[in-house]
């Protein structure tokens, strides 16, 4: 059975900084392309880090590109979000998948609420 844990949601301030973590179990990430994304309350869910396998190529969305930088360790099979200089707007539950195309059952995701 395939399991991704997410963790490392929290409340923090305005401009503060989390890291989110991605524990993948059942299945090896080694060859696919990983991502997170993110659901605002009453948004649909959008993908806003992606990072290749091989090369470690990455992708971001403009509203986090310069902000958040995901990264992977194939050994822990795990990926990782560093998120800095976040903002209200950043508010949502936060999930990792396959990307471009997710490839599991969401799970539940970590809830980043940033907030003064």
């Known amino acids: 059975q395939v399991q991704l844990v997410k963790s490392g949601g929290d409340l923090v301030q305005p401009g503060g900084s989390l890291r989110l973590s991605c524990v993948v179990s059942?299945?090896?990430?080694?060859?696919?392309?990983a991502g997170w994304f993110r659901q605002a309350p009453g948004q649909e869910r959008e993908d806003i880090a992606c990072i290749n396998s091989t090369d470690r190529s990455t992708y971001y969305a403009d509203s986090v590109n310069g902000r958040f930088t995901i990264s992977r360790d194939n050994a822990k099979n795990t990926v990782y979000l560093q998120m800095n200089s976040l903002s209200p707007e950043d508010t949502a539950v936060y999930y990792c998948n396959t990307a471009p195309m997710p490839s599991f059952p969401w799970g539940q995701g970590t809830q980043v609420t940033v907030s003064s």
């Open positions: 059942g299945f090896s990430l080694d060859y696919y392309a």
